[in-house]
């Protein structure tokens, strides 16, 4: 594993805190969004193309994580 998984548990992760994932691909994007969901943040966001946020979100829903957080925090899926 690399320096998401090392860095991300330093982080002060709370109920009020808003994430925004930003990488230089999708399987940057799926490590760090996986990392995310386990978080109790109040918002999860991703940046990137239509197609490269549903991709990762089915990524995601093969391993039924995405599901399972939106399920605790009534959460939606937007991209642009």
């Not at 709370?14 to 978080?39: M, W």
């Not at 549903?54 to 642009?80: F, H, K, M």
């Amino acid at each position: 594993m690399g320096k998401y998984e090392e860095v991300f548990p330093q982080l002060n992760i709370n109920e009020t805190s808003y994430i925004i994932i930003v990488t230089r691909g999708h399987r940057d994007d799926t490590r760090v969004l996986k990392l995310a969901i386990a978080t109790p943040a109040r918002y999860i966001a991703m940046i990137g193309s239509k197609r490269k946020v549903l991709n990762v979100i089915r990524e995601l829903r093969v391993r039924s994580i995405a599901r399972r957080r939106r399920c605790r925090s009534g959460a939606r899926r937007q991209s642009p």
